[in-house]
């Protein structure tokens, strides 16, 4: 199970974390990535790390402005959000991958389990 935490309302420029607390397999043999989904669009990658964070993946938008991260002793995800821009508005979903834990990927079917979604808010 993943639970997402952590959204709100931030005015543009600001900055947010996001959490996802797994629970229920072993954390550390995942790679995890984080999706949006914006209002009438479709879901996009975010970022995503391997098994230990030594990976990392970002989509172009976020890049230089979002860090993920991971503890794994606290079987926890993070999403640093900075310089947040009204575009960033969407729902964000945490993701895991239990095959290519050592190799994370961009593509949505990659990954087997999702949280339900925390919802962001920029305003401009």
């Known amino acids: 199970r993943l639970a997402e935490s952590g959204g709100g309302l931030v005015q543009a420029g600001g900055s947010l974390r996001l959490s996802c607390e797994a629970s229920?397999?072993?954390?550390?043999?995942?790679?995890m990535g984080w999706f949006r989904r914006a209002p009438g669009k479709e879901r996009e990658f975010v970022a995503a790390?391997?098994?230990?964070?030594?990976?990392?993946n970002y989509a172009d938008s976020v890049r230089d402005r979002f860090t993920i991260s991971r503890d794994n002793a606290k079987n926890t995800l993070y999403l640093q959000m900075n310089s947040l821009k009204a575009e960033d508005t969407a729902i964000y979903y945490c993701?895991?991958?239990?095959?290519?834990?050592?190799?994370?990927?961009?593509?949505?079917?990659?990954?087997?389990?999702w949280g339900q979604g925390t919802a962001v808010t920029v305003s401009s």
């Open positions: 229920g397999r072993t954390f550390s043999n995942f790679a």
């Open positions: 993701a895991a991958d239990r095959n290519n834990w050592d190799a994370p990927g961009r593509r949505p079917g990659l990954f087997e389990y």
């Open positions: 790390l391997n098994w230990n964070g030594g990976i990392t």
